[in-house]
């Protein structure tokens, strides 16, 4: 995909701002925004407090240092999709998690990691915080005394509001990140918002930075709840797709591995066409629907089982769950 292409690059809005990911621009970008982060670097180390100067990580090479707090899924997705992207030196990429083994993917990839987080939290200038959304708030009293001066921090937690994580990393800059799983093979699509303290520079790197992996969107916070339901959970509704059209397949004497890619090329597809013609959905469900023909009967099937309503329900679920969480971490915040 040419994603410099089409007419819709940036389409702003009241509440949202909208890019394709134009990986190449972004590059640029993302290579600006943290080489000015690493610049700022010299004054932070000089400033560096006494709690920093205890814990000394190992020296990478030159460049902007991106730090991950938390090994699993979606930092596995994120670190694989920028260091496929070329945005920073994969040894400028430090990657912290309790288990040894959660780190040895990451030390394949030529990726620094360490069993430490304060190593990553004094050594980076953009740290990731990616662990389980319970796991947030004892992380990040563990890491926050510990944090460069002048460091970003990015939570990609689920339901932990803004609000949140900058009471539990006082006077940090803070991003907070929606990404998804397709960001390992640079097919993300994220959505984020900016703490009070972020700065435009702020906003230019995590846009360039989740641009190099997909789409990057930002949003007002109040809408992470239901981009969540759409993206950020998304990928799982649309493997259960895949799987239930490949079993439709096999049912049909299909053999499964067949099967398997052609729902799957058949997702990706029509994916493409919405993206690169901008045409409505509908538009193109109905260049497919025949009169009279075998796809309308589908879509007919389709209708009668609740389909639709089903994929609006799942996203709804997704939100309302985000919301419950966010609200008890308010509360809890506010207590
Ligand atoms: N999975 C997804 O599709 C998405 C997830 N997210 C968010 O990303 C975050 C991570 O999710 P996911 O990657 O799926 O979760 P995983 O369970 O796969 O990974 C959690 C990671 O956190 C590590 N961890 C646990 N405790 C600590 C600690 N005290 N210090 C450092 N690391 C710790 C674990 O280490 P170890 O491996 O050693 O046990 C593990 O590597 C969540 O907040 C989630 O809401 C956001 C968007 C999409
Ligand atoms: O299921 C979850 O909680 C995370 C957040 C969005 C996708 N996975």
């Given at each position: 995909m040419d994603n410099n292409a089409g007419s819709q690059d940036?389409?702003?809005?009241?509440?949202?701002?909208?890019?394709?990911?134009?990986?190449?621009?972004?590059?640029?970008?993302l290579r600006q925004g943290l080489m000015r982060t690493a610049q700022r670097r010299g004054?932070?180390?000089?400033?560096?407090?006494t709690v920093e100067d205890e814990v000394e990580a190992p020296e990478p090479g030159d460049g902007p240092r991106?730090?991950?707090?938390?090994?699993?899924?979606?930092?596995?997705?994120m670190v694989n999709g920028i260091v496929a992207s070329k945005v920073t030196e994969p040894d400028n990429v430090f990657v912290s998690a309790p288990h040894r083994s959660s780190l040895d993917r990451f030390a394949k990839l030529g990726?620094?990691?360490?069993?430490?987080?304060?190593e990553v939290a004094s050594g980076s200038d953009v740290v990731v915080v990616a662990v389980k959304p319970d796991v947030v708030p004892a992380v990040l009293r563990e890491i926050a005394p510990h944090l460069r001066k002048d460091a970003l921090v990015v939570s990609i937690a689920a339901g932990i509001p803004l609000a949140v994580l900058e009471q539990l990393a006082p006077g940090k800059r803070v991003?907070?990140?929606?990404?998804?799983?397709?960001?390992?093979?640079?097919?993300?699509?994220?959505?984020?918002?900016?703490?009070?303290?972020?700065?435009?520079?702020?906003?230019?790197t995590v846009h360039a930075l989740m641009g190099a992996v997909g789409l990057a969107v930002e949003v007002k916070e109040a809408l992470l709840d239901g981009l969540t339901g759409v993206s950020g959970s998304g990928p799982a509704y649309i493997y259960v797709l895949i799987e239930a059209l490949a079993d439709g397949g096999v049912r049909m004497g299909l053999p499964r591995a067949m099967a398997i890619r052609?729902?799957?090329?058949?997702?990706?597809?029509?994916?493409?066409?919405v993206l690169e013609t901008g045409e409505h959905p509908a538009v193109l469900k109905d260049?497919?629907?025949?009169?009279?023909?075998?796809?309308i009967a589908a879509i007919e099937s389709l209708e009668k089982n609740g389909f639709r309503s089903a994929a609006m329900q799942a996203v709804i679920a997704v939100a309302s769950k985000s919301i419950e969480m966010r609200n008890a971490e308010e509360e809890k915040r506010t207590k």
């Open positions: 940036c389409l702003r809005t009241q509440d949202c701002t909208l890019s394709a990911p134009p990986h190449t621009h972004n590059l640029g970008l004054t932070a180390t000089a400033m560096a407090t991106l730090g991950f707090v938390g090994a699993g899924m979606m930092a596995t997705a990726v620094r990691t360490s069993d430490i987080n304060l991003v907070r990140v929606m990404p998804n799983t397709p960001c390992l093979v640079s097919e993300g699509a994220t959505g984020f918002s900016m703490g009070s303290l972020a700065t435009d520079e702020d906003r230019d052609l729902a799957a090329q058949t997702v990706k597809g029509a994916a493409e066409m260049n497919v629907c025949s009169p009279g023909g075998l796809t």
